[in-house]
Each structure stands twice: as structure tokens, then as C-alpha cells.
């Protein structure tokens, strides 16, 4: 079952007494605990309702013993149990051991008046593991995975939606090229182009350039895109704003690497037949910047890709051992790339 399912189910009074959810997508993960949060207790009872624990610290004795006692004033009460790594296969070094089989026994007839959700930070569950079956078979295992390119633009065009403003043709683009692809930071820019815009207002590219500060991997990518696209001087604007923010050249110069060896896997890859969702696993990026490398890597042939990157590591070992000023090293490396 995935979250919108869910919570249908809980808008229709159907909710589940146990949630196990887990995934990569952490403030998915967040945005899930907050709506039930909201619709099953409400904010001026959560002090009262909602009790958490950390399953590094505290057992999962402790959990079931909370879940299993009367609420106190209020009709019932929300239990969130974090870190429990006992539904992977990941080594559990907590400090309290857990008894699962009474969790299985809990199972057989959970408190009506408790709801249990357990968090778990991790990418995949060990589904030999009874539990784990158990409450799949109940339909109480939610996922949370790596949005792909385009469920992460429908997030963006969503939710800029539900904050009252939309983006001009193009723009959304240009946001995530911006502010990168992870959840939180996308939804604080949002908010900030919300408040700035205002209701029923349009973004545009202009003013996502104005407001949307990249960070130090986000510049670095948008330097590389303006070198694939010639525009040097835009490239060396960058530069110059990176420099001016006192970022230390070699740190750059490896984030140009990195990148360009992005482009380059992603190429081979793409080559051989995998998708930018395979692709995304294999080298450990988020499938948007997969995506966006393969578009890089149009302008390229291998050889060339192979020559930048020789060419790169040789910078870094000349900057390294002072053969050559590090500033004027990457303006050399720009004006050669471009």
C-alpha cells in the first residue's frame, strides 16, 4: 500500500492499528506522521496523544507496554517508533534487545484506541523475516522511495499548487536546476517563492534566478551546464561568486570532477541499455541528476569526456603541489573547457 492510499483509509475512519514505514524519502516519510498526526489527534492535543521513542535507546517492550495502557483524556493516542532497524537485515546495535515475537502476539489483536507507527531509515525491509510478512499481509508496510525525474517535477508543480501560485512554462525546470532534488530544501524555496509571489501569482525563470540561492553542489552544477552550452561568461560568473563566498578552489575543482565523471558513467550506461532509475542505484545519485547528466553527456564523445577528466586530475595535482596559482588554474580549466 502506498501513503495516498493510506491516508484515504484514514480519512475514511479506516485507519490501520500498526504503519511500518521506510524508504530513502525521509520527509515523505515526515509529511506521512504529520497528516496522520493532524486527522487521527489534532494540534492541540499532541502533547498529550502523540509519544515517541527511539529504538536505538529505549525497547520495544516499552513501546507495546505504551501502546497496550488506556489513554489519559484524550480518545487515542499516537506511538512513533523510530529506528527500528529489527525489520532489516542491517546489523541492530541498539541497546535494549527486541522481543518481535510479542509484537507478532500484539498483532493478533491490537488496542483499538493506539496507533503504532515504526520508522525505518532504510532502503529495503528483510522480508524473510515473519514480522515483516506479517504486516505486509495486513497491508501495513508503506514505501517511500527515491521520487523518480518526473514524480519529482509533479511534486514541485503540486505543491507550488497547494501554496496558491504556479510556475510560467519552463520554470519549474529552471527551480530544480536551482535548488537541487532534495524534498526539504525544495519545499522551503517553495515557501519562499509562495510568500514572495503571492496567491494566484506565476514564477518565472527571472525571479527563481533572484530568490533560489544554490548551494555550493548546485552552482558547480550549473557551471557545468553553461560550459556544455558555451556560455562562457556565465560560467565564469559562477566561478567568480563561488570565489567571492570563499570557497576553496581544489573543493571546487573536485566537484567539477565529480560531476564530469557523473556525465560520463551516466553515458556509459545509457549506452548499454539501463534506465535512468538503474543508473541512479548503480552510482548512487538521485535519478533527476541522472537525468540531467544524460542530457549533458549529449555533448560530448567519449573520448572527449576521458580527456577532461585527465586533464582535471592533472589541475589537482598541479594545484596541489603549487606549480600553479589555484584561482588562475580554474579560469585556465574554464576557458579550456568551454
Not at 16 to 39: M, N
Not at 211 to 237: M, Y
Request: hydrophobic letters at 45%; proline letters at 3%; glycine letters at 6%.
Amino acid at each position: 500500500m502506498d501513503a495516498r492510499t493510506a491516508m484515504r483509509e484514514v480519512e475514511q475512519g479506516k485507519a490501520r492499528p500498526v504503519y511500518l514505514c521506510y524508504g530513502p524519502e525521509k520527509y515523505r516519510r515526515r509529511e506521512f506522521l504529520d497528516a496522520l498526526t493532524h486527522k487521527l489527534i489534532g494540534e492541540e492535543l499532541k502533547e498529550m496523544a502523540v509519544s515517541r521513542y527511539d529504538l536505538q535507546e529505549s525497547s520495544l517492550d516499552e513501546v507495546l507496554d505504551d501502546a497496550e495502557t488506556v489513554p489519559f483524556l484524550v480518545e487515542r493516542k499516537l506511538i512513533v517508533a523510530e529506528n527500528a532497524l529489527f525489520f532489516t537485515g542491517a546489523k541492530d546495535t541498539a541497546k535494549a534487545a527486541h522481543r518481535t515475537d510479542r509484537l507478532l502476539e500484539y498483532l493478533k489483536a491490537p488496542v483499538d484506541s493506539s496507533i503504532i507507527v515504526f520508522m525505518v531509515d532504510a532502503d529495503k525491509l528483510d522480508e524473510r523475516k515473519k514480522l515483516v510478512k506479517v504486516l505486509k499481509d495486513k497491508q501495513a508496510v508503506l514505501a517511500f522511495p527515491t521520487l523518480s525525474p518526473e514524480q519529482i517535477g509533479d511534486w514541485v508543480e503540486h505543491r507550488a499548487s497547494r501554496l496558491g501560485f504556479r510556475f510560467a512554462p519552463g520554470a519549474a525546470e529552471r527551480f530544480l536546476l536551482y535548488a537541487g532534488t532534495q524534498l526539504q530544501t525544495l519545499a522551503s524555496e517553495l515557501e519562499k517563492l509562495s510568500l514572495y509571489i503571492g496567491e494566484g501569482g506565476e514564477v518565472d525563470g527571472e525571479l527563481i534566478g533572484r530568490l533560489v540561492v544554490p548551494n555550493t553542489e548546485q552552482n558547480v552544477f550549473l557551471l557545468v551546464e553553461e560550459l556544455v552550452r558555451r556560455r562562457t561568461d556565465k560560467a565564469f560568473a559562477i566561478l567568480n561568486e563561488l570565489l567571492k563566498q570563499k570557497e576553496e578552489p581544489i573543493k571546487l575543482l573536485m566537484l567539477i570532477a565529480r560531476q564530469y565523471r557523473i556525465v560520463m558513467q551516466v553515458k556509459e550506461l545509457v549506452q548499454t541499455g539501463y534506465s535512468h532509475q538503474q543508473i541512479a542505484g548503480q552510482i548512487g545519485v538521485h535519478p533527476y541528476a541522472v537525468k540531467l547528466a544524460a542530457e549533458q553527456g549529449r555533448a560530448y564523445d567519449a573520448k572527449r569526456l576521458y580527456a577532461i577528466l585527465s586533464r582535471l586530475a592533472e589541475l589537482d595535482y598541479q594545484m596541489k603541489t603549487g606549480q600553479v596559482d589555484k584561482v588562475l588554474g580554474l579560469e585556465l580549466l574554464l576557458l579550456e573547457l568551454a
